[in-house]
């Protein structure tokens, strides 16, 4: 069974810095593309990075301030959160793509809440 | 960037009724080449993650009851639930896969009437 779970949210202050883990079962980040989703709290959904094959992609509001890897013996992709903002305030999501492609994502971890406040 | 708008921000259909939810792209997500258009629909319910019910516009994921369908072409798409059930209680997005970034729709709401 393909299972995602995410960790490292927690409270943080403005400008700080977080790592999220995403670890993977029942399939290899190696082959497949995986994207960070998140979702501020009551809001939607806002698309946030993606990394496939060697390829890293990344929204606007990120850009530069976030970085996304994948250690591969440890089945793992991480998302490296810096110059944090109150705006940056939600549940990150993980989720497994498609090889070669991220396109659609499915399925989704549970999430990890990550809080930019003083 | 693409530009996601769904239509109506909120609906409520009474049971075994119809639900309808649009969705308009400020580009079409259409590709020539292999003839597919580039959305997803997924829904999310109350403390879940999301989920994907739809993609390449029409195409229903296993396990996805066949009350869901999609369609659409370019830049306009919709979702339909052609008899809605207490469970399919949720919000629900489009989502673009045709260009970095991966933009939403802002969400749909779906309740019952």
């Known amino acids: 069974e393909v299972q995602l779970l995410e960790s490292g949210g927690g409270l943080v202050q403005p400008g700080g810095s977080l790592r999220l883990s995403c670890a993977a079962s029942g399939f290899s980040f190696t082959t497949y593309a995986t994207s960070w989703v998140r979702q501020a709290p009551g809001k939607g959904l806002e698309w946030v990075s993606a990394?496939?094959?060697?390829?890293?992609y990344y929204a606007d509001s990120v850009k530069g301030r976030f970085a996304i890897s994948r250690d591969d013996s440890k089945n793992t992709v991480y998302l490296q959160l810096n110059s944090l903002r109150a705006e940056d305030t939600a549940v990150y999501y993980c989720?497994?793509?498609?090889?070669?492609?991220?396109?659609?994502?499915?399925?989704w971890g549970q999430g990890t809440l990550v809080t930019v406040s003083s | 960037d693409i530009v996601m708008t769904q239509s109506p921000d909120s609906l409520a259909v009474s049971l075994g009724e119809r639900a309808t939810i649009n969705c308009k792209s400020s580009q079409s997500l259409f590709y020539s080449s292999n003839n597919k258009n580039y959305l997803a629909w997924y829904q999310q319910k109350p403390g879940q993650p999301p989920k994907v019910v739809i993609y390449w516009a029409s195409t229903r994921e296993s396990g996805v009851p066949d009350r869901f369908s999609g369609s659409g072409s370019g830049t306009d798409f919709t979702l339909t639930i052609s008899s809605l059930q207490a469970e399919d209680v949720a919000v629900y997005y489009c989502?673009?896969?045709?260009?970095?970034?991966?933009?939403f729709g802002q969400g749909t709401k779906l309740e019952i009437k």
């Open positions: 990394i496939s094959g060697g390829n890293t």
């Open positions: 989502q673009q896969y045709y260009g970095t970034p991966y933009t």
């Open positions: 989720a497994k793509g498609h090889i070669g492609a991220v396109w659609w994502v499915d399925p």
